[in-house]
T-cell receptor, first 113, second 113 residues
């Protein structure tokens, strides 16, 4: 019940294309869903996060789509650029006193120039 | 504003030894979380400290412990090291907790021989 399943494991997209990474969770108590970007040799950095009261959140070229009934959320990267090549992690956490965070296994994204 | 710093950056230990890792959060941040990152298990939450108190804990054995000082700096200790403890250990800081922007440090890479 605590798992977050992320797919695909790796993704290759042409420059200018749309990169889509999907995550699914089981625990309906999760109420915070962030996406992190990690470059080699660096720690992860928060890209964008969403809460279940909205179905979509957009920040620049990055959009999270959230489907509460299906318990799924996805990251869309529009107009993908070579500089977006990195590993992306989705995560889920539940708040209040049980504020743990569970990460997906990650997606290695490569944007072809 | 200086980012999250972790020391040391690299460490080699042998089985059975213990190790202490240090994390200095961003100034003004009171929450410090620790994570283990391995190729097989991905990013896993170890524990979170807030105002010198452990607030949340992941599913790791008692060999993994931590503490936080009054200046919010945090240390993580692993006793009786096992080969499987080889990993990148990341800390992250935020103002109030996990459900807001966490800023990650570059990590400490631990190799257990």
């Amino acid at each position: 019940q605590q798992q977050v399943k992320q797919s695909p494991q790796s993704l290759i997209v042409q420059k200018g294309g749309i990169s889509i990474i999907n995550c699914a969770y089981e625990n309906t108590a999760f109420d915070y869903f962030p996406w992190y970007q990690q470059f080699p040799g660096k720690g992860p950095a928060l890209l964008i996060a969403i809460r279940p009261d909205v179905s979509e959140k957009k920040e620049g070229r990055f959009t999270i789509s959230f489907n509460k009934s299906a318990k799924q959320f996805s990251l869309h990267i529009m107009d993908s650029q070579p500089g977006d090549s990195a590993t992306y992690f989705c995560a889920a956490s539940k708040g209040n006193r049980d504020d743990k965070i569970i990460f997906g296994k990650g997606t290695r994204l490569h944007i072809l120039p | 504003k200086a980012g999250v710093t972790q020391t040391p950056r690299y460490l080699i230990k042998t089985r059975g030894q213990q190790v202490t890792l240090s994390c200095s959060p961003i100034s003004g941040h009171r929450s410090v979380s620790w994570y283990q990152q391995t190729p097989g298990q991905g990013l896993q939450f170890l524990f979170e400290y807030f105002s010198e108190t452990q607030r949340n804990k992941g599913n790791f054995p008692g060999r993994f412990s931590g503490r936080q000082f009054s200046n919010s700096r945090s240390e993580m200790n692993v006793s009786t090291l096992e080969l499987g403890d080889s990993a990148l250990y990341l800390c992250a800081s935020s103002k109030q907790g996990i459900q807001e922007t966490q800023y990650f440090g570059p990590g400490t890479r631990l190799l257990v021989l």
